[in-house]
């Protein structure tokens, strides 16, 4: 099942428990996996049609009127939206929840279409919480959790395709725990940052790197933003070695906060961030442009390494 059919199961469930849930979304029922939720609730749901800015204005003024909206839009066309989500949404400081589909490559469709580009120009942002789940299970819980205790913008990013099923024990973690990075090896020689869909990747990389004797340590972020500064300060301040990856560009991408987090905690350590430059990437089926660009676990592994051929 696909990340929009996944979030859009429990959208419904909660909107049959809340009845201050409102969806929207502009035009794009066929890539949200709305349709059913639409069909099922049509006096809260609202389609502005391809009208992106106009879609997270109404959502403003549906969060003053004291509803609790839902919007879902493809990453790369939220971009059309970014001085109403400045704007009406954050400066107004409302409770909405941005669903944001296709972040990171986005397949054959165009260049433009990638979602490569979505953490760069959002961490900027006043008071917007970002979150990027690894998998299925994850983006489940992120989403009934933070529609239950929505307070103010939040959004929630996902890739393209199939959502991966690596972990159902995150649904039974305590709140306390879900709330923080999750980490899945301690390392003190190298410790590898996860965002979201890059996870496999990275646990391919740690596991290769653990099998040469190579203490080697994997963080899955989960939060991005705010980055929970005082735990990763603690987690990674023992490290000789820190990589990010991430599918995105790096400037000012998740590798670039976390480097920022690192200079204003004084860590000491050889920094490398994996993930993409800056520039419009080719179409293409998700897995060859992770090949071709090095994202996945084999290219992660070989970036390492040549960073540090004391490592192979």
């Known amino acids: 099942?696909?990340?929009?059919?996944?979030?859009?199961?429990?959208?419904?469930?909660?909107?049959?428990?809340?009845?201050?849930?409102?969806?929207?979304t502009p035009s794009t029922l066929y890539a949200t996996g709305l349709a059913g939720v639409f069909a099922k609730y049509p006096?809260?749901?609202?389609?502005?049609?391809?009208?992106?800015?106009?879609?997270?204005?109404?959502?403003?003024?549906?969060?003053?009127g004291g509803k609790k909206p839902v919007v879902a839009y493809q990453s790369t066309f939220f971009q059309r939206a970014f001085?109403?989500?400045?704007?009406?949404?954050?400066?107004?400081?409302k409770p909405v929840l941005l669903l944001l589909y296709r972040s990171g490559f986005a397949g054959y469709d165009n260049p433009t279409h990638h979602g490569i580009y979505d953490l760069a120009y959002l961490r900027g942002v006043p008071n917007l919480r970002?979150?990027?789940?690894?998998?299925?299970?994850?983006?489940?819980?992120?989403?009934r959790e933070e529609l239950r205790a929505l307070e103010g913008p939040t959004a929630i990013l996902m890739p393209y395709g199939p959502a991966e099923?690596?972990?159902?024990?995150?649904?039974?973690?305590?709140?306390?725990?879900?709330?923080?990075?999750?980490?899945?090896?301690i390392g003190h020689e190298l410790v590898l940052c996860a965002v979201g869909n890059r996870y496999r990747a990275a646990l391919e990389a740690v596991e290769a790197l653990r099998a040469r004797g190579v203490d080697a340590g994997l963080v899955n972020l989960r939060y991005l933003k705010p980055l929970p500064e005082a735990f990763l300060a603690?987690?990674?301040?023992?490290?000789?070695?820190?990589v990010t990856l991430e599918e995105g560009v790096l400037e000012g991408?998740?590798?670039?906060?976390?480097?920022?987090?690192?200079?204003?905690?004084?860590?000491?350590?050889?920094?490398?961030?994996?993930?993409?430059?800056?520039?419009?990437?080719?179409?293409?089926?998700?897995a060859e442009l992770a090949r071709i660009h090095r994202?996945?676990?084999?290219?992660?592994?070989?970036?390492?390494?040549?960073?540090?051929?004391?490592?192979?």
């Open 83 to 93: 001085d109403q989500l400045m704007h009406d949404v954050c400066f107004l400081d």
């Open 1 to 24: 099942r696909a990340y929009p059919d996944v979030v859009a199961a429990v959208v419904a469930e909660e909107m049959a428990r809340d009845a201050d849930l409102v969806c929207v």
């Open 295 to 312: 994202l996945d676990g084999p290219g992660g592994l070989e970036r390492i390494v040549a960073r540090w051929p004391e490592l192979a």
């Open 234 to 242: 603690e987690e990674l301040r023992g490290a000789k070695r820190i």
């Open 43 to 64: 006096e809260r749901c609202f389609d502005p049609g391809m009208e992106e800015q106009h879609a997270l204005t109404l959502a403003a003024g549906l969060a003053l």
């Open 130 to 143: 970002l979150c990027y789940p690894k998998d299925r299970y994850e983006a489940e819980r992120m989403v």
């Open 165 to 185: 099923e690596l972990d159902e024990t995150v649904l039974l973690e305590t709140p306390e725990s879900f709330a923080l990075p999750e980490v899945d090896y």
């Open 253 to 286: 991408g998740v590798g670039s906060a976390l480097t920022a987090l690192a200079a204003d905690h004084g860590l000491v350590a050889q920094w490398l961030r994996i993930g993409l430059p800056c520039t419009f990437v080719e179409p293409g089926s998700n």
